[in-house]
């Protein structure tokens, strides 16, 4: 019943984008067509996530197989304009989805992105053909983004349902984590993706619980802190919209909401029956996730307070946390590669921001250190990285131009500033999960 309404909602945008085509901006035809698929959106009564892929239309997590043909032309309109992922709030309004039509109706490849209403592409950076390996990753992360986004809805409500159902998803991602990557290619893959809240809550649950395992924590301890990583934001539900998307850099008074949000969000976590009795760790990581290993960050700890280390959860999900935020499009700037996302860990772990132990760990994961790699060091020279010591990836022996080869491990010897850019081949472990 839920599922026909969706079906109809989509029905009714593929009818609002025929009626602009016919008819002039802002003429009765057209409103009233907007006015049917709010009628829709409204009955629905949750978010919709649209996401092209190949020929594939998948609407949350299900794929769309016909696609109907009043939705065809709409379809075939977003596939050439670039457009792979569409968010709709719950509460979009009929003028909401007005805008966002004339956007696809002028032709605009340029990303969409108003309050209600997100769309832009994906910008994979391999293309997917419709059976590839990689389009079932994707599925199966969106089955997930669809969880979570519930999830974090429930818990901002907080019901304790939230949690229970946290518990369980984690516990499938981690099942899933243990068996192969293929719930990390999307992230790898996926940089101009959705709502940023709910897709960076994901990725930082997935992150966080492949470095805790590739850390060799309790599996009792994984599962805490995915869900952890799940939860850290929750305190940005207080913070204006306005000041979360803002494109331009932040005023100190918006920094203050901004520095409030680890409060907010373990204050929030605290609220949910039984949470601080069965699962203490996740106000604890809401609270520190921006403190900084070296507690430069925020929020600031009281001088008169003794200085006490950060949980090593919270340093755990610092890292899963810093790498997504740069790894995706946000308002004021482009998403950043692999490479450069490394690079400003590797930075931030020598100046002691962040662990660096856990940094090395969650190189080693990305695979982003391996030999052939190409570096900058901190003294100018480039080379390539020969070969790497087990347990120190921050410190590998490096060879230059000239046949001379550093050891980074020594204690004079420089560190790696910048690692460079080159084409990323297929995941090799991925390939093996296919096979
Ligand atoms: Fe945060
Ligand atoms: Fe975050």
């Not at 950060?310 to 998403?335: C, E, K």
């Not at 921050?394 to 050891?407: E, K, T």
Request: some cysteine; hydrophobic content about 40%.
């Amino acid at each position: 019943m839920a599922q026909d309404v969706l079906n109809y909602f989509l029905n009714n945008l593929g009818g609002l984008f025929r009626m602009r085509r016919i008819y002039p901006e802002g003429s009765k035809q057209v409103l009233q067509s907007a006015k049917q698929a709010h009628q829709r959106l409204s009955e629905w009564g949750r978010s919709v996530r649209i996401t092209l892929l190949g020929q594939d239309l998948i609407i949350e997590d299900r794929r769309i197989d016909p696609i109907p043909f009043s939705f065809q032309a709409f379809f075939q309109s977003l596939q050439q304009l670039g457009f792979e992922s569409i968010h709709i709030e719950a509460d979009a309004e009929a003028e909401d989805l007005v805008d966002w039509i004339e956007h696809i109706v002028s032709k605009n490849r340029t990303p969409y992105q108003s309050h209600k209403i997100v769309a832009g592409s994906m910008n994979l950076q391999q293309r997917t053909s419709p059976q590839s390996l990689l389009t079932r990753s994707i599925m199966g992360y969106l089955g997930f983004l669809a969880e979570a986004q519930g999830i974090l809805t429930d818990l901002e409500a907080r019901k304790p349902e939230g949690i229970v159902r946290a518990r369980e998803v984690v516990c499938t991602i981690v099942s899933r984590l243990a068996i192969g990557r293929e719930l990390f290619e999307p992230i790898r893959e996926l940089k101009n993706f959705d709502d940023y809240t709910y897709t960076h809550a994901l990725n930082v649950c997935i992150l966080s619980s492949a470095l805790a395992r590739a850390l060799r924590f309790s599996e009792e301890m994984v599962n805490t802190i995915a869900m952890a990583g799940l939860c850290h934001d929750l305190g940005k539900k207080e913070v204006p919209k306005e000041i979360l998307h803002q494109k331009k850099a932040l005023q100190p008074e918006e920094w203050q909401f901004m520095e409030k949000h680890p409060f907010w969000g373990a204050k929030l976590l605290l609220e949910i029956p039984n949470v601080e009795t069965n699962y203490p760790l996740l106000p604890v990581v809401a609270y520190q996730h921006h403190m900084g290993y070296n507690q430069s960050g925020y929020p600031k700890i009281q001088h008169r307070l003794p200085y006490y280390p950060l949980h090593f959860a919270s340093q755990l999900v610092a890292i899963s946390d810093v790498y997504d935020a740069l790894r995706t499009v946000r308002p004021y700037r482009p998403a950043l590669s692999v490479a450069k996302a490394a690079t400003i860990l590797i930075r931030d772990a020598l100046a002691e921001k962040l662990n660096k132990e856990y940094v090395s760990a969650f190189l080693l994961l990305l695979n982003i250190l391996s030999p052939g790699r190409k570096v900058v060091l901190s003294d100018g020279t480039k080379g390539i990285i020969v070969e790497t010591h087990t347990g120190r990836p921050l410190c590998p022996m490096i060879g230059d131009d000239q046949g001379r080869i550093f050891d980074l491990s020594e204690p004079s010897a420089p560190t790696i500033y910048e690692i460079e850019e080159d084409p990323i081949p297929d995941s090799p472990q991925l390939q093996a999960v296919a096979s």
